[in-house]
């Protein structure tokens, strides 16, 4: 699509040039026909007026036969420029093709939404995840606006607590998860919550990325919408992705649709989780798992839950704040049942706004 958009452009380029040679030289056939007018000096020499009336007719006769050559090649550019325009057509529509081909394909794997909610900025299309062992629930998500999403802080502030359904109320959400890791400890003033790596929201570092020794990863959204993630080594790795919105922890899950190795820790261990994942063509798929409820969900771990999203043909996922912090907020209220039996406070959300 890019190359044909050049091509034209190009070829644009080609018909003004032509366009501006023509005028030129209709202005040379104009200034020879001037020349065979009498000249002071020359009117009793005939041989001079001979030369100056025989080189007018051969300036009249190139420039007659450069504007024949100029009719045949804008014919030949209107010609090209209605071919580029329906190749230009055929394309997009094979692009809408390609483009409904895989959401049916990404449809059949999912299932049947149980709830659909589209905007001019954003499609949602919510699915319950029921396994064997646990359950949960997904929301694959479709940004035409990348305003749509946004990190979200506790209480707008550093340091802070807050549900993900407060948040996502204050902020009139239509769907909201918990994002990255965090910690707490004690001030004169109270519980602090402290993040996790690095943080960033409306394209604003709320938090530079600080290394820890486990492979932390940065994820979120470029100002394009499209997720984007990676492993930094400092705060210029972060940079260099141009993040709107992230979030950090650990650890990541896919990465181009392979599986990736997971550190020891995190290895055969059961719980709640909060996934960020993203498809091919960049819709995110968001997935809640209840866990620590033995007659509702055990929890599951990350190896089946790679294998899962291996399944669902994801391309990249990220592993977010999970045990009691896992929330989804949907439409107005909690869908899952956070295994504290309550929410947790958080430091964080990914909100969606409808």
Same mark, same amino acid.
Not at 17 to 44: N, S, Y
Not at 65 to 75: L, N, P, S, W
């Given at each position: ?14 018909? @003004? ?12 056939? $104009? ?22 009336? !025989?080189? #007018? ?18 014919? %030949? @550019? ?16 094979? $692009?809408?093709?390609?483009? !409904? ?10 299932? $049947? ?18 396994? @064997? ?27 802070? @607590? ?10 009139? #959400? ?55 993630? %990676? ?37 055969? %261990? ?22 620590? $409820? ?32 896992? %929330? ?27």
């Amino acid at each position: 699509m890019k190359a044909i958009r050049l091509l034209a452009g190009f070829v644009l380029v080609i018909a @003004f040039m032509i366009l501006g040679m023509t005028a030129a030289l209709v202005g040379a056939r $104009q200034d020879a026909h001037l020349e065979t007018k009498p000249v002071a000096g020359l009117e009793k020499n005939e041989m001079n007026v001979g030369t100056v009336t !025989d080189s #007018a007719i051969e300036i009249a006769a190139l420039a007659e036969r450069i504007d024949k050559v100029t009719e045949d090649y804008m014919h %030949t @550019f209107f010609g090209q420029s209605m071919t580029l325009e329906k190749e230009i057509k055929r394309s997009e529509k094979q $692009q809408d093709l390609s483009d !409904d081909i895989y959401e049916q394909k990404i449809m059949r794997l999912l299932g $049947q939404p149980v709830s659909t909610y589209r905007s001019p900025q954003v499609e949602i299309k919510l699915f319950e995840l029921k396994e @064997f062992d646990y359950r949960g629930y997904m929301a694959k998500v479709k940004v035409f606006d990348p305003e749509a999403i946004e990190v979200v802080l506790a209480d707008d502030e550093i340091g802070g @607590f807050e549900t993900t359904s407060s948040m996502a109320r204050r902020k009139r #959400a239509m769907l909201a998860i918990n994002g990255g890791g965090f910690g707490s400890s004690r001030s004169e003033s109270g519980l602090v919550s402290s993040m996790i790596g690095g943080t960033v929201s409306k394209g604003e570092i709320i938090q530079p990325f600080i290394p820890k020794n486990e492979p932390l990863f940065f994820a979120g959204v470029d100002f394009e919408g499209r997720v984007i993630g %990676t492993i930094p080594a400092s705060q210029s790795d972060v940079d260099a992705l141009a993040p709107k919105e992230g979030v950090s922890f650990v650890p990541v899950l896919l990465q181009k649709g392979l599986v990736q190795k997971l550190p020891n820790a995190w290895a055969n %261990t059961k719980h709640p989780r909060t996934i960020l994942g993203r498809y091919a063509n960049d819709d995110l798929l968001l997935i809640v798992v209840d866990g620590r $409820q033995a007659y509702w969900s055990k929890g599951v771990t990350l190896e089946r839950l790679q294998e899962k999203l291996s399944i669902l043909g994801v391309q990249d996922a990220y592993n977010l704040d999970g045990g009691g912090s896992s %929330t989804l907020y949907y439409n107005g209220r909690v869908l899952n049942k956070p295994s504290d039996g309550n929410e947790r406070p958080v430091a964080n959300a990914i909100i969606i706004k409808p």
